[in-house]
């Protein structure tokens, strides 16, 4: 595992109406083996239990309750209230394989001119099962053009 003293990772979770699922999602980046990381979940505007769900994580996660303004104003807030070397983007209802954020360190620390990485996806359905793979397109050139 890397030194991580100095890398800390601000983790970004939009929320709308995600108690069903964000659950997952936060479980997924707590349980990860990079341990130096903040994980930042964006309350936009919900009107279901997700606030309620998130107030059970305590200090362990920092909880933005925002007016809902969509997701792009969500995932902005949450970065401008980031403190870490890298940020990392994650949508509710979305969950990460324990490794995933030391993989992406350790590539990012390794090659500094690196300015954006992606992973592959598996895809499930609501229950869990496999539905197939979204594979990450090899960009060349400028990614900000490609983007």
Do not use: H
């Amino acid at each position: 595992m890397l030194d991580s003293s100095e890398d800390l990772v601000s983790v970004v979770i939009p929320a709308y109406n995600a108690a069903a699922f964000i659950e997952r999602a936060v479980d997924s980046v707590l349980t990860q083996s990079y341990r130096s990381r903040e994980v930042l979940v964006v309350n936009d505007g919900s009107t279901d239990r997700t606030g309620e769900v998130l107030a059970r994580y305590g200090s362990a996660i920092r909880v933005i309750d925002q007016p809902n303004g969509g997701l792009s104003s969500a995932r902005n807030r949450g970065i401008r209230e980031a403190r870490g070397e890298f940020v990392a983007l994650l949508d509710a209802d979305d969950r990460w394989l324990p490794e995933k954020l030391e993989r992406q360190v350790q590539a990012m620390v390794a090659d500094p001119g690196i300015g954006f990485c992606s992973t592959r996806a598996l895809v499930e359905t609501p229950e869990g099962v496999p539905a197939g793979e979204w594979g990450c397109p090899k960009i060349e050139g400028s990614v900000l053009r490609t983007l």
